[in-house]
């Protein structure tokens, strides 16, 4: 799977898939009902990828252009913060 990148929070890496419905359901529509429990179980197949960090369905490929450029805005705001324990060399504050 390819990386990804969160559009809310810039998160980058590889997401893992949100399973859709409930195996519960899934489970007494094949205890009663064949078909219905197979159309369920195509639907309820994990094909979305979530964002690990906070869970979004906002996702875009890393080698988009988006994506691109939402990583590299994150690199930049990473680069800027001062260590913890540090003063903010920004800061009008003294």
């Known amino acids: ?3 990804m990148v969160c559009t809310d929070c810039e998160w980058v890496g590889e997401p893992p898939k949100l399973i859709r419905g409930s195996g519960w359901i899934e489970f007494v529509l094949y205890l009663f009902y064949i078909l219905p429990g197979i159309i369920y179980s195509i639907w309820r197949r994990p094909n979305m990828p979530v964002c690990d960090a906070c869970s979004c369905r906002n996702l875009v490929p890393l080698s988009s252009p988006v994506g691109i450029r939402i ?3 994150a ?3 990473t680069r800027n ?3 913890a324990g540090e003063p903010d ?3 009008t504050f003294t």
Do not use: G
Request: charged fraction near 25%; charge should be positive.
């Open 1 to 3: 799977m390819q990386k």
């Open 71 to 73: 990583a590299k805005l």
């Open 75 to 77: 690199e930049i705001r």
């Open 81 to 83: 913060l001062p260590a």
């Open 89 to 91: 060399p920004n800061s």
